[in-house]
């Protein structure tokens, strides 16, 4: 945290580490899910849209070497050639032979030290064999990597209820198994996913803080047009969270996890024709000025409820 802020952003967290902000260049791989093909079940998280929570880009037929480089010239012109995150983002890119997922990352090799300073690769706690750990490790000595693991939310009668169909046991030996070949976790949650609640809100921050992911995702639950969710949604079967409430819930959130977790997003976006509900969108400096007036208004930070 710098100054007075109230909770650690990514952007504090990359000066600090990298000597200047980093920005994401999100990749679609062509990866695939096991929880759409069948291997653990079908149609994907309820919330996930057929694009695999990513890009699309690799379907329109963008090769991976060609959307990195388009994606590297984009934060050239706009910020001034600072670093970029290469985040493998779509689908769970460690559902794939070791030799796959070495070549995926090979991408990055012509770009290392000469505009990518670190990779991301997203994926499922349940998908993360030890053949891709030993990938992820031998690049690690090159360029950080971190792992991003979905958790979503920490109770195993919700994750069945939303067909994400991995426990949060898993979750908590995936990060304990990335910890241990010195790579860094990142643990991805949705605030007001059905029947979670509040609670459900606290006790995801909990189980984030006490397995010490290094850094956390978070976000409002969105019904995406081609999602499972969406049918869910027309049935009357969703709740929402307005904006006032989900910064109540994200303040919650926030005071329960582990003061050096640096915080990669705070809320979610989508494409508006992609997106049916909620309404609101608001941009990310809207939600962190928000954030920080409620932390403030409780005379809370993050950190102050952690039981980590
Ligand atoms: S959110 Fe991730 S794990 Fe769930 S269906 Fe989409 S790609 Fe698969």
Same mark, same amino acid.
């Given at each position: ?18 000597? +200047? ?6 990749? &679609? ?10 291997? /653990?079940?079908?149609? #994907? ?6 694009? #695999? ?6 379907? +329109?037929? &963008? ?34 032979? !070791? ?10 090799? !012509? $770009? ?28 690690? *000595? ?8 979905? =958790? ?22 995936? @990060? ?6 010195? =790579? ?13 609640? *509040? ?17 956390? /995702? @978070? ?36 005071? +329960? ?7 990669? +997003?705070?809320?979610?976006?989508? *494409? ?9 969108? !608001? $941009? ?20 102050? =409820?952690?039981?980590?």
């Amino acid at each position: 945290m710098t100054g007075a802020a109230r909770f650690r952003t990514f952007l504090d967290w990359s000066v600090e580490r990298f000597g +200047r902000p980093l920005h994401r260049v999100a990749l &679609d791989a062509g990866s695939q899910c096991p929880n759409r093909d069948g291997t /653990k079940g079908f149609g #994907g998280c309820v919330y996930c849209d057929v694009e #695999g929570s990513g890009t699309g880009a690799m379907r +329109r037929g &963008d090769e991976l070497a060609l959307q990195l480089e388009r994606g590297l010239a984009r934060i050239a012109r706009r910020h001034n050639a600072g670093p970029a995150v290469a985040y493998f983002q779509s689908y769970s890119n460690t559902y794939v032979q !070791p030799e796959r997922l070495d070549l995926v990352l090979a991408t990055v090799e !012509p $770009h290392l030290g000469r505009g990518v300073a670190a990779v991301s690769v997203a994926t499922r706690p349940d998908t993360l064999p030890e053949g891709a750990l030993d990938v992820l490790e031998r690049w690690n *000595r090159r360029v950080p990597v971190w792992v991003e693991l979905g =958790l979503e939310c920490a109770d195993d009668a919700r994750l069945i209820e939303i067909n994400r169909l991995h426990t949060v046991s898993d979750f908590v030996d995936a @990060v304990a198994r990335t910890q241990r070949r010195g =790579l860094l976790t990142v643990g991805h949650a949705i605030l007001g996913l059905p029947g979670d609640g *509040r609670e459900g809100a606290r006790r995801t921050a909990d189980t984030l803080a006490q397995c010490g992911v290094d850094g956390v /995702k @978070v976000h409002q639950l969105m019904v995406l047009r081609r999602s499972i969710l969406s049918h869910w949604w027309r049935e009357g079967r969703v709740e929402l969270l307005e904006l006032d409430e989900y910064v109540d819930w994200l303040a919650d959130f926030v005071e +329960r996890l582990a003061p050096h977790q640096a915080l990669h +997003r705070l809320h979610a976006d989508a *494409r508006a024709e992609d997106l049916l509900a909620p309404s609101w969108t !608001p $941009h990310a400096n809207q939600v962190r000025a928000r954030l920080e007036r409620e932390l403030a208004r409780r005379g809370t930070r993050q950190g102050t =409820l952690a039981r980590g």
